[in-house]
């Protein structure tokens, strides 16, 4: 019989240790980031980049320290969803996804709004 949260291997006795004993899992702070820019790009009423200054969809920073993060986000609300309640839901949102995919707890979302654009109009209308 193996010891308690070991394996036994099939080939000269070796064994894997229970995976919370093999080690030390170390997240960079850019796959918090990249976590947070496509939970927030999930949530309805966060606009898609057009202008070619900006970089396309969310962009995110993270202080991360131990297993707690803070965060900030740059995004854009497609005109005329409410402001408010679309950084309230990108908050939620972030923070949830976060902790459940990477077990990092967020402890702020900081949420700037940069952009406000307006619906395309139909190409019919443009070409009037």
Do not use: C, F, H, W
Not at 3 to 24: F, Y
Not at 39 to 66: F, I, N, P, T, Y
Not at 92 to 118: C, H, I, K, M
């Amino acid at each position: 019989m193996t010891g308690r949260g070991e394996l036994a291997g099939d080939a000269g006795g070796d064994t894997v240790a229970d995976p919370g004993r093999r080690g030390v899992l170390v997240l960079a702070p850019r796959v918090i980031e990249r976590i947070a820019a496509r939970a927030a790009s999930e949530v309805d009423g966060v606009a898609r980049r057009r202008s070619a200054s900006s970089s396309k969809g969310v962009q995110a920073d993270a202080d991360l320290e131990g297993s707690t993060a803070t965060l900030a986000l740059r995004l854009g609300v497609a005109y005329p969803s409410p402001v408010g309640r679309v950084a309230s839901e990108v908050r939620r949102r972030v923070s949830d996804r976060v902790r459940e995919l990477t077990g990092v707890a967020v402890t702020a979302v900081r949420v700037t709004v940069d952009e406000l654009p307006a619906p395309t109009p139909p190409a019919r209308a443009r070409a009037a």
